[in-house]
């Protein structure tokens, strides 16, 4: 998979997005400095969301259209989507000061509408939310495009899961990656199932990541040790400012924590090599080889007394040590030599 000029492969580093979503707050100023700020912090990535409460939903104030059980409980999905909405007129200018600054740049389209718009800004990818991965229209749509599209699977079960990647595929688009995720907000750390970074990979032979929901930057380390390649934070400049999704976005200090976090994990895995390198092999001066220990005279017979496996390491490996007790010195040797094939037979 290819977003503009990043690669996003099992060998590439982390996509790191930071997701904008309501967290302008209805400012096109604070909209253009969180850009601003996701660059400073370390993102690769700013993505929008696209739709306005009439392509969300209606506009009813029936029980089915109240929100229950989230952190939204009570309110009204129209109202709600009328609140968090990105004015669709701001994308061009926000996508501008995203190329600006180096930032790759796309959307999540909540209709075909979106996605129509979304192609005339001539998008690099695009991204499918949790609760839209059920919309079979939506993405063959969105994937008949031919742009690489990233699926979160907060709600899926694996026909979900399924269903939208066949739907991605009939298009003929298979640059697809799968995002875990946990539809709450926040989430819950004990309900990350990081392991399943791995298994969407290796079941669906995507690339695969996070979307994260959860506090603090644990879930991304661990997502980046299970081989997630795309991580997804909402962002925010400052949580105080409010906005429906305030309380699960990272601020400026918190991403750029997590972004060093997620580098310094991808450092640490390493790859597979048991060569050592140069501080390694000097390390090999502290493990244990053979040194005498007590003075031994010419004939005497060397003796678990006399020579132990002891550090440094400048004597003979320890597995010669079985060998060599019992037998007779040829010289005299000190305390503290380093035992050699040349003072015995």
Not at 68 to 92: F, M, R, S, V
Not at 205 to 223: E, F
Not at 277 to 301: A, C, H, N, P
Request: with cysteine.
């Amino acid at each position: 998979m290819k977003i503009e000029n990043i690669e996003i492969s099992s060998s590439s580093p982390v996509f790191i997005i930071a997701e904008l979503s309501a967290n302008h707050n209805g400012s096109l100023e604070t909209a253009i400095e969180t850009i601003r700020a996701a660059k400073r912090a370390g993102a690769d990535c700013i993505k929008l969301q696209t739709y306005t409460a009439d392509t969300m939903t209606i506009d009813c104030d029936k029980d089915d259209f109240i929100i229950k059980g989230t952190i939204w409980e009570g309110q009204n999905l129209h109202k709600l989507y009328q609140e968090a909405y990105t004015p669709w007129e701001w994308h061009e200018e926000l996508m501008r000061v995203a190329k600006e600054e180096g930032l790759v740049c796309f959307s999540s389209p909540f209709d075909k509408t979106a996605v129509d718009f979304l192609e005339t800004l001539k998008v690099p990818a695009y991204k499918i939310a949790s609760f839209e991965i059920t919309d079979i229209p939506l993405i063959e749509y969105t994937a008949s495009k031919g742009k690489p599209i990233i699926i979160s699977t907060g709600i899926a079960e694996e026909a979900d899961i399924e269903l939208a990647l066949d739907a991605c595929r009939r298009m003929g688009n298979n640059d697809i990656a799968l995002l875990k995720c946990t539809s709450s907000y926040p989430a819950p750390i004990n309900e990350a199932n990081m392991c399943m970074v791995r298994d969407l990979a290796e079941r669906y032979k995507v690339i695969s990541g996070l979307s994260d929901h959860t506090m603090g930057s644990t879930v991304p380390i661990v997502a980046t040790c299970f081989g997630a390649k795309i991580i997804e934070k909402h962002f925010i400049l400052d949580r105080s400012i409010g906005g429906p999704d305030a309380s699960f976005s990272m601020n400026e200090e918190e991403f750029t924590a997590m972004v060093k976090a997620v580098r310094e994990a991808e450092s640490a895995i390493g790859k597979v090599d048991y060569t050592l390198t140069e501080k390694q092999v000097k390390g090999k001066d502290f493990s244990r080889s053979l040194y005498v220990v007590e003075d031994i005279k010419e004939g005497e017979m060397i003796t678990e007394k006399n020579v132990r496996s002891i550090r440094p390491g400048f004597g003979l490996h320890p597995k010669y040590y079985n060998e060599i007790i019992g037998k007779l010195a040829l010289l005299d040797v000190k305390r503290g030599d380093r035992v050699c094939n040349e003072i015995f037979k």
